[in-house]
Nanobody, 121 residues
Framework: QVQLVESGGGSVQPGGSLRLSCAAS????????MGWYRQAPGKQRELVAS???????HYTDSVKGRFTISRDNAKNTVYLQVNSLKPEDTAVYYCNAHIIGRGVAWGPYYWGQGTQVTVSS
């Protein structure tokens, strides 16, 4: 049993910043890739950023230079620093992680419940 819990969302004005966190807990053996997705009302969920187990990040073009993904393996946590926020960044942000449990040969991709980010004047 593994759980992912996001935090750090909120309401900010354009140009503002937030730091989103996602902590994994439970029967964790190995965490491979982790990522952040977002879903705005009426739109499909999209990948925003991902990070490999070795710490190599990737970003969708619309957030390059503004968002930074990082991870703390000791804390089983992935972060997304979101700067220079725009109204179009408004969405529910979800974390995702490929986790293999202790003593298990394979594991699924897990999703968190999401945290709301609202950017408006």
């Amino acid at each position: 049993q593994v759980q992912l819990v996001e935090s750090g969302g909120g309401s900010v004005q354009p140009g503002g910043s937030l730091r989103l966190s996602c902590a994994a807990s439970g029967n964790i053996g190995t965490i491979n890739a982790m990522g952040w997705y977002r879903q705005a009302p009426g739109k499909q969920r999209e990948l925003v950023a991902s990070i490999t187990s070795g710490g190599n990040p990737h970003y969708t073009d619309s957030v390059k230079g503004r968002f930074t993904i990082s991870r703390d393996n000791a804390k089983n946590t992935v972060y997304l620093q979101v700067n220079s926020l725009k109204p179009e960044d408004t969405a529910v942000y979800y974390c995702n992680a490929h986790i293999i449990g202790r003593g298990v040969a394979w594991g699924p991709y897990y999703w968190g419940q999401g945290t709301q980010v609202t950017v408006s004047s």
